[in-house]
């Protein structure tokens, strides 16, 4: 087991060696110029000249690469392009606000997603299951954009219980006041996370239940209960698992439109703004970033199938 | 087999009335949708006095903020909304699962290389993929089909991949091996019929979210290129007029949400109906 | 996200306010006590104390006034830093300056500060800020835009110190176009980024040193910005005790916050007006831009080359429809017809004017022996009004058999295709600028070579009138060579002028002094600390 963690770290390094260079060849490959978001009508030919000199972007983009690379090595992210402050602490000034939205919406996303799913799966077609399957039918039918509106329209202009963007009241430093804020974007993304879950483990826990072991647990007198937890519980989770290993990255950057909408503080609308201005530091550093998570869950995601379905060896 | 699959498929439509309305609901979009043409207003015709009107005799569903007719611009939005949701779909379940099945199957180095492909497409952000590939394509809505379809098949094939890798240590699909038949044999009799289900739930996941992505396309403004529309597109330039005119919120996010819900519908009358545990009973 | 990625009118917004004579922190300095002014009759003094939360876009970039070129750093840093002087409408309003005056052989310019200026840390402000900075804007090193506006025929502007308070620039040659590049320009304080390797990089501007009326507090990065009262402001101090910026992505969500009372100062789009003024709760300020919308033709294409195609197009499109379509009503944008804006100095409406008459039209291409004309319109994809005009003119100029394919492009995408000279790839293409008062500042959109000559438009006597005009200093002869400019350019319809834009800012009507904190193009108020609470 430790061996087979330790190859797939070694694994992950050409790995990230080729996301980076894919990802710095599209923004390059890209048609426009970043330089171009700082000319203006009276600046001379020579002032542009100048300002892409002291950017480095007169030089061949495999160059640029390659310093990119040796600083990134040293631990150094560079400059934005476009407001000149450290890309280390533009990420990490936006870290809790993402980590803390996100995480707490994966964490709710389960802890309703699994209890509720399989109940609705063992009794398929009761009333609680139909509304629970509507409920989820209309969370991955419903644009993010157009719930997060309505939930702002709703309880922030009609009722006045929640405030409608932000992550903090001006001159208000608590806890408390970040939750309240938190608590619209958090049901809109759990909303549509458990929505998704649902879909997977319900149909998973019914397609389990008639499988020839369930019906010997049943035949030999087990409970329901005991055949959901004791058994089921366990294969239903593996499609669970590779969708939480998946969502590992999406803490970085996979939330930009409610981010947007509720213009919370986060890498999602970070990275929309870097994209738009071809700022490649920006978006090198979001993308690491992602894809080292992304490592991680796709690691964690293979050790925990290991562990659930001993049927699986982990050596391939 | 096929037979066999037909006759479960019908009796499933007969068992399950949402089966059967979803159906319905998708056939009247896609005819209504086809025969947008008999509508007697041009969809892309700006009348500036006419801007914002609510629902009336003349303008069924009202008109938009150039004063153009609401009903027929989402009737051929929806011939837009639905090619891009069906085709992209189609490209991403055929990529998929051709990629997940092989790889959960063969295992070795061919899992090896095509998961690290996905793994660096996934890696990078979806957003960043978008925008940048927007920037290279032509837009129009071919570029929009492939966008989605381009972004989507990776999850698909990781979810087929980890049923493969599940099916195939299972006895049949041993003995099939030991008895020496051929992969591309075992992986089309035995591999591809029992993730059937997975695609299929994936497969309409994947629908509603080539729809809702084409939205989140309309909302980065990305979407399908004016004067055409689509639901999404639709949908996203309504936001600016949530308290002013709600109407043009509510008409393409109702259609939307219609033919989504129809499409997952649907799928689980196919999933119930394609299950080969169902089969056997 | 729909106005963000205008990013041609932005940066030449932001241009401009650099370039010319909008500018102005505190323009308050010695202007007539607006405390007794209309507003505070009926709605007695102006109290102090109460804050303000004021909705923008995006974060801010550097928030320094060498390199600010964006709009929310432009509208932050207007808080913060006061400028030398501002020139509105042709009228110079002195802020840190004093005085100033011009040798005879107009080659010297001398400029002295008011005595007792202070920065917001203390420190006094002295000529030794303003060489400085002026020598920060020259080094090549440091790399701030503004350089080439002191850059006289290849030689810089050569500036020093006469005492603490004159500062001495010496003119390579004679420009009439100086004064309105000096003004609006904001010193940095020396003592904080002397030294400084790059001062655009510099930790320093992570707590700015301002002169303003409001002082740096705190930056959340996608949160807010805050600014305080600096109690020291020289013109007195303002009525707020403090200012906040609030970054607000999604413009529709900013809206329901606004309405929600989380937000009290935003500019809101046309489309939003009647809605905001029917809740009674807002006072919305609507006032010109100093801008120019403006459809421009390409010649680099063989079939625009003909003036009397361009023409046509021109008499095929009805002004004011094109307006209404995009802009809701003509409340919020005056239709245009010179390439000058009512605010530039020597604007004119004498030229010629293209009423809409499609007979005419027809006639003209008729002329031209030109027939089925197939044409492409790019333009930003994320731009509302831009996009109504797409549509409307696609409809218009089929009535008269043009055939337009519209191509709205990434705001990259676009920026990019525009600057490139040989462009070919489209007919028409949609703009907006906002040049400030000085006309000279114009030239670098209409010059035979300039990047910005988005029409390739090339004449050599056409370039002479500009040339002339920027160093003419008898102002009747400059009037009657800018008059001429805009009289040729609106006969040879190189440019399509559509409108002079307006902007409007609703401010919550619990606040009081807005008129006297004048509304101001790209930063809505150009002196909040005017503003107060009611």
């Known amino acids: 087991m430790n061996n087979y963690i330790i190859r797939r770290i070694v694994q992950a390094i050409p790995l990230l060696f080729v996301i980076s260079i894919v990802s710095f060849s599209l923004i390059k490959l890209a048609p426009g110029d970043p330089v171009l978001s700082f000319v203006t009508p009276d600046m001379g030919a020579d002032d542009v000249a100048r300002i892409r000199q002291s950017m480095g972007l007169d030089q061949p983009a495999y160059v640029q690469y390659f310093a990119w690379f040796k600083n990134v090595l040293t631990g150094d992210l560079g400059y934005s392009l476009v407001s000149h402050r450290p890309v280390s602490t533009m990420i990490l000034e936006r870290i809790p606000a993402t980590f803390g939205l996100m995480g707490a919406s994966l964490l709710l996303s389960l802890l309703f997603a699994l209890p509720l799913s399989m109940l609705a799966g063992a009794k398929q077609n009761s009333i609680p299951d139909r509304i629970l399957s509507l409920l989820s039918y209309i969370g991955i039918s419903i644009p993010s954009f157009w719930f997060s509106m309505m939930l702002i329209y709703l309880f922030a202009v009609e009722f006045h219980w929640l405030p409608s963007m932000g992550m903090r009241t001006i001159g208000v430093d608590s806890i408390w006041d970040i939750l309240k804020h938190g608590i619209l974007p958090c049901t809109v993304l759990t909303f549509i996370n458990v929505s998704v879950y649902m879909r997977y483990i319900r149909s998973n826990t019914i397609s389990q239940l008639e499988e020839d072991y369930v019906q010997i647990q049943y035949a030999y007198g087990a409970s329901t209960g005991t055949v959901l937890l004791r058994h089921v519980f366990k294969n239903v989770i593996l499609p669970v698992v590779t969708i939480l290993g998946m969502s590992l990255p999406e803490l970085i950057a996979g939330a930009f439109i409610t981010e947007s909408v509720f213009s919370w503080p986060g890498m999602g609308s970070l990275g929309i703004t870097a994209v738009h201005g071809l700022d490649y530091p920006v978006i090198m550093g979001i993308t690491m970033i992602s894809s080292i998570l992304l490592v991680i869950g796709n690691l964690a995601a293979d050790i925990l199938y290991g562990a659930v379905d001993p049927r699986i060896k982990t050596t391939g | 087999m096929n037979t066999m699959r037909l006759r479960h498929l019908r009796s499933q439509f007969r068992q399950q009335k949402t089966g059967v309305a979803a159906l319905v609901i998708l056939t009247v979009f896609v005819l209504v949708s086809l025969f947008a043409f008999l509508v007697p207003h041009d969809p892309n015709l700006i009348v500036v006095m006419e801007r914002l009107q609510p629902p009336s005799a003349q303008h069924w569903f009202g008109t938009d903020d150039y004063g153009r007719d609401y009903l027929a611009r989402a009737l051929y939005g929806g011939r837009v909304s639905l090619a891009v949701g069906f085709l992209s779909m189609a490209i991403a379940v055929c990529v998929g699962t051709i990629v997940g099945t092989a790889s959960g199957y063969f295992g070795g180095w061919v899992d090896n290389v095509l998961m690290r492909i996905v793994d660096v497409l996934m890696s990078i952000p979806s957003f960043f993929l978008m925008l940048i590939l927007n920037a290279y394509l032509k837009p129009g809505i071919g570029t929009i089909i492939l966008i989605i379809g381009a972004l989507s098949w990776m999850n698909i094939a990781r979810i087929v991949r980890a049923e493969a890798m599940s099916i195939k240590q299972r006895e049949y699909v041993l003995y099939a091996r030991v008895s020496g038949q051929a992969p591309s044999r075992i992986i089309a009799k035995h591999i591809i019929p029992n993730v059937m289900p997975t695609i299929i739930v994936s497969a309409t996941i994947n629908i509603a979210s080539a729809i809702l992505m084409e939205s989140s396309l309309s909302f980065l403004g990305l979407g399908v290129k004016q004067p055409n529309s689509s639901w999404g597109s639709m949908l996203n330039d309504a936001q600016g007029f949530i308290v002013d005119a709600p109407y043009m919120a509510v008409f393409p996010g109702l259609f939307i949400l219609l033919t989504v819900l129809s499409f997952n519908f649907l799928g689980d009358v196919f999933r119930a109906a394609f299950e080969p545990k169902a089969n056997k009973r | 996200m729909k106005s963000k990625n205008l990013l041609l009118s932005l940066v030449l917004a932001a241009t401009a306010v650099l370039a010319s004579a909008c500018g102005g922190g505190g323009n308050t300095a010695e202007t007539t006590k607006p405390a007794e002014s209309s507003a505070a009759a009926d709605e007695g003094q102006p109290k102090d104390g109460g804050s303000i939360i004021i909705a923008v876009q995006d974060d801010p970039k550097v928030l320094n006034p060498i390199y600010a070129g964006d709009r929310v750093t432009l509208t932050i840093d207007q808080s913060l830093y006061a400028p030398l002087f501002t020139i509105t409408d042709g009228k110079k309003e002195y ?440």
């Open chain 3, 95 to 534: 802020v840190l300056a004093d005085s100033d005056s011009f040798s005879d052989d107009h080659l010297t310019y001398t400029l002295k500060l008011k005595d007792g200026l202070k920065w917001h840390d203390g420190q006094p402000i002295t000529a030794d800020d303003v060489v400085f900075t002026m020598d920060s804007i020259l080094d090549e090193n440091q790399h701030s835009s503004s350089r080439d506006q002191f850059v006289l025929d290849g030689k810089p502007v050569k500036v020093t110190k006469v005492d603490d308070l004159t500062v001495q620039f010496v003119l390579p040659e004679v420009s009439a176009a100086f004064e309105g590049g000096l003004a609006g320009l904001s010193p940095i304080p020396k003592h904080v980024f002397e030294g400084e390797k790059d001062i655009e990089k510099s930790e320093k501007n992570n707590n700015p040193i301002g002169s303003g009326p409001f002082k740096f507090k705190e930056y959340r990065a996608g949160e807010y910005v805050t600014l305080e009262r600096f109690d020291d402001y020289f013109a007195g101090k303002a009525h707020l005790d403090s200012v906040t910026y609030r970054i607000a992505k999604d413009p529709n969500a900013a809206n329901l916050a606004l309405e929600n009372g989380e937000i009290q100062m935003r500019m809101v789009d046309t489309q939003d007006y009647n809605r905001l003024e029917q809740t009674g709760k807002f006072n919305l300020e609507i006032y010109p831009e100093g801008r120019l919308q403006y459809m421009v033709f390409n010649l680099n294409v063989p079939s625009m080359q003909k003036k009397e195609v361009r023409q046509a197009i021109a008499y095929a499109l009805d002004k004011n429809e094109l307006i209404t379509a995009s802009y809701s009503s003509g409340d919020f944008a005056e239709p245009a017809a010179s390439i000058l804006t009512p605010d530039t100095l020597y604007h004119t409406d004498d030229v010629q004017t293209y009423d809409y008459n499609a007979e005419k039209a027809k006639q003209l291409l008729a002329d031209a022996g030109v027939s089925g004309l197939k044409l492409r319109l790019a333009y930003t994809n994320t731009n509302k009004p831009q996009t109504s005009q797409a549509l409307y003119i696609q409809q218009k100029l089929k009535e008269v058999g043009i055939e337009i394919e519209l191509l709205p492009m990434d705001g990259t995408a676009y920026g990019n295709k525009t600057l490139d000279m040989n462009n070919k790839d489209f007919e028409l293409s949609f703009g907006g600028y906002i040049m400030g008062a000085e006309p000279d500042a114009y030239k670098s959109l209409f010059l035979s070579d300039a990047a910005y000559n988005y029409s390739h438009y090339k004449d050599a006597d056409f370039d002479a009138l500009w040339s002339k005009g920027a160093v003419e200093i008898d102002t009747a002869k400059r009037e009657e060579l800018y008059k001429q400019i805009q009289q040729k350019v609106a006969d040879e319809m190189t440019v399509y002028p559509i409108a002079y834009t307006k902007a409007i800012v609703a401010i919550d009507n619990t606040y009081g002094g807005v008129e006297e904190a004048q509304p101001k193009p790209v930063v809505m108020l150009a002196d909040l600390s005017k503003l107060y609470k009611k």
